[in-house]
C-alpha cells in the first residue's frame, strides 16, 4: 500500500493524508466526558432513638412503641476508572473515592454535598478540584464551607 501511495500526484497525495488523518482520528482513544470522573452525591439513612432528658430513657408513642428520630446524611463521591483493578492486575475498576469531608451543620451531611445542594458549586467545580490534588481539593472544600457560611447568614 505504501509504495502505491509513493505514485500519486500531489493533490491524490493531499487527499490521502486527510483521509489517513481523519481515519486515525476516528480510531483513536477520546477521553469521553466521564474521563474525569463522575460525582455522585449519596445519601445514607440513619435512625437514632429519641431519649426523654427528663428520665433518660427512650421516648414511647401512645401505643408504647419506641420512637426514633430519622436523619439523612448527605455525601460526595468521585466514582472513575482505576487500572490494576482485576485479579490478573490487568484490567480496569471503577472506583468510588470518598470527596466529602466534615458532617456538616445539624448533622446533615458533607460539606461538599451540602454546598452542591444549595447550587454553591457545581459538579465539575468538584472535578476539577478533585484532579488539582489533596492541597487543592482541601482548599476547595474550605471554600464550600466559607460558601455555606455565608449563605446562611445571609438567610438566617
Known sequence: ?????????????????????????????????TARGVVIVKTLHKSYPEIDFETGLQKLDGDGNKIFLKFDYRYVYVRMYAAGGNADKQGKKLAALYADRGMGKGGSGGIVAAALDADLITKNDVLDAWHAGADGYQKFIDHCKSLIEVTQLNNG
Not at 6 to 12: I, P, V
Request: negative net charge; without cysteine.
Open 1 to 33: 500500500m505504501w509504495l502505491a501511495a509513493a505514485e500519486l500526484t500531489t493533490a491524490e497525495t493531499v487527499t490521502f493524508h486527510v483521509v489517513t488523518d481523519l481515519l486515525w482520528h476516528a480510531l483513536a482513544a477520546r477521553p469521553s466526558d
